[in-house]
């Protein structure tokens, strides 16, 4: 009977054994199943980009030329003016990071002057019309949220073609355009006030390098977040 009752035993603390080593490997399994399923649900969030945003922005303001103007000395009696009302339209798409791109163009007065050539009077008016690629980047881009002050602010640089014309009314009319290329920089400061509106404000730097044309513009802007995906 003693034989008997060893072997039972035996078999029984072997089938304890058998049963704790084959626990001992199911632990580590479901441990690394659930640390692959972990891995797979981050990179399904690493991969899933977006949202973009369709931004459209238009504005107006003032303008002052802020490079040297020769008035011819044939004119009498000068009446310079380096004031003007410039307008803008542009479009940027806002990506998934920090960096944006868009097109620009508008209406940039650069100056004038009106006087008299022998008697008759002369009136001369030059402007531009800008076509620019631009950039721009929030300077807050990496930390705060739509109500800090370093989200809200953002530089924009741009280059492109500049179409400027010139008119001259003097016993007629006469009409002459010129392109250059040149450049434009900005600094913004928009603010909320709705889900898809924000109004702007944007001090901006004009260049047409090739005619010497530039002027500094301040403008007041309405951005229009038009479409998101």
Same mark, same amino acid.
């Given at each position: 009977?003693?034989?008997?009752?060893?072997?039972?035993?035996?078999?029984?603390?072997?089938?304890?054994?058998?049963?704790?080593?084959?626990?001992?490997?199911?632990?580590?399994?479901?441990?690394?199943?659930?640390?692959?399923?972990?891995? #797979?649900?981050?990179?399904?969030?690493? *991969?899933?980009?977006?949202?973009?945003?369709?931004?459209?922005?238009?504005?107006?303001?003032?303008?002052?030329?802020?490079?040297?103007?020769?008035?011819?000395?044939?004119?009498? #009696?000068?009446?310079?003016?380096?004031?003007?009302?410039?307008?803008?339209?542009?479009?940027?798409?806002?990506?998934?990071?920090?960096?944006?791109?868009?097109? #620009?163009?508008?209406?940039?007065?650069?100056?004038?002057?009106?006087?008299?050539?022998?008697?008759?009077?002369?009136?001369?008016?030059?402007?531009?019309?800008?076509?620019?690629?631009?950039?721009?980047?929030?300077?807050?881009?990496?930390?705060?949220?739509?109500?800090?002050?370093?989200?809200?602010?953002?530089?924009?640089?741009?280059?492109?073609?500049?179409?400027?014309?010139?008119?001259?009314?003097?016993?007629?009319?006469?009409?002459?355009?010129?392109?250059?290329?040149?450049?434009?920089?900005?600094?913004?400061?928009?603010?909320?006030?709705?889900?898809?509106?924000?109004?702007?404000? #944007?001090?901006?730097?004009?260049?047409?390098?090739?005619?010497?044309?530039?002027?500094? *513009?301040?403008?007041?802007?309405?951005?229009?977040?038009?479409?998101?995906?």
């Amino acid at each position: 009977m003693l034989p008997l009752r060893l072997q039972t035993i035996r078999w029984v603390v072997l089938f304890l054994l058998l049963s704790l080593t084959a626990q001992a490997q199911r632990i580590p399994s479901a441990r690394r199943q659930r640390r692959l399923q972990a891995i #797979e649900a981050d990179s399904l969030i690493d *991969t899933r980009r977006g949202p973009y945003t369709l931004v459209v922005t238009a504005g107006g303001g003032l303008s002052y030329y802020s490079t040297h103007l020769g008035v011819p000395q044939t004119i009498d #009696e000068p009446h310079l003016s380096r004031f003007g009302t410039p307008s803008s339209l542009r479009v940027m798409w806002y990506p998934d990071h920090r960096l944006r791109v868009g097109l #620009e163009t508008g209406w940039t007065t650069m100056y004038s002057y009106r006087g008299k050539v022998a008697g008759d009077n002369t009136h001369v008016y030059v402007s531009a019309v800008p076509i620019l690629v631009v950039f721009s980047m929030p300077l807050g881009w990496l930390t705060g949220t739509d109500r800090s002050v370093a989200r809200r602010m953002a530089i924009t640089a741009g280059t492109g073609l500049y179409v400027n014309h010139s008119r001259l009314d003097y016993q007629g009319t006469v009409m002459s355009n010129t392109n250059s290329l040149g450049w434009m920089a900005a600094a913004s400061y928009t603010y909320p006030i709705g889900r898809r509106f924000r109004i702007a404000g #944007e001090l901006k730097w004009f260049d047409a390098v090739a005619v010497e044309n530039a002027a500094f *513009t301040a403008e007041l802007q309405l951005v229009w977040r038009a479409f998101s995906w």
